[in-house]
């Protein structure tokens, strides 16, 4: 490396005509300049320069030398631009980790649009509902909804999302549209908390309630679909129903109340990211934007 950086000083003397507008050109003293090609010489054996105070020639040496390592230094710089660009250009496969129903019901066509712009990615997606450990598994990025528990990991903020109240038509047809948070009480709630309790506000105040059923389940895809089926009161995030509430399979239920918002991370192991996460997570941060 130390020869072709000696090299492609040589060139630059040669173009410049002399040490002094090629030491300007590389950006280092004239004397350093001029020390490095001596040492060049020395080390291969020829008289490549002809020095006066005024000017530098080549030597017939130093001339066939020229031709060469031009052609060497140029075909080195090529190369490195070369590598650079192709470092540069997203390829290769990305393992992300989702959130199974936010990645199914919206996060779907965002990676499907992100996939058409970069073809040379492929992707591997893992939607198992257990948080993976980015320091041992082989993970580019994790999407998660609220905070990491390992401070240790780098957590990029995307998105936040706010939960509303939602149930069917025919739910509360049977059973009545609930006119405060208290009457909340009285309703089949559809839950994936264990403690039982909903925490609400409607900008003035916060009130929490005490929530039960008949269902206790841990997946959210279920509790959708249980709400779609007349079988309670949800609170649940519209990011995550958005299909149900255009086809008016849910309806949302005391509208100027919602739950306490959750922001979804992009996280990393580290912040030394390859251009196919970089790009990734950059295009999430401006569509969920």
Known sequence: MELLNDMALFVEVVKAKGFRGAAEVMGMPNSTLSRRISALEKAIGLRLL?????KVELTEAGQIYFERCKRIVDEARLAHEQLGDMLAQPSGVLRVSLPVDFAITYLAPLIAEFAGLYPGITFDLDLSPRRVD????PFDVAIRIGESENSQLIARPLITLVPYLYASPRYLEVAGVPDTPSDLE???????????????????????????GRFMVNSVGLLRRLATLDQGIV?????????????GQLRRVLPEWRGKAVTVYAVTETRLLPAKTQRFIEFLRARLA
């Open 134 to 137: 980015l320091v041992s598994e």
């Open 235 to 247: 609170l649940m995030h519209d990011e995550i129903i958005v299909d149900e509430l255009r086809n």
């Open 50 to 54: 002809h020095r006066t105070t005024r």
């Open 186 to 212: 009285r309703h089949q709630c559809l839950n994936i908390l264990r403690d039982g309790t909903w925490t609400l506000n409607n900008g003035a105040q916060t009130l929490s309630v005490a929530v039960g």
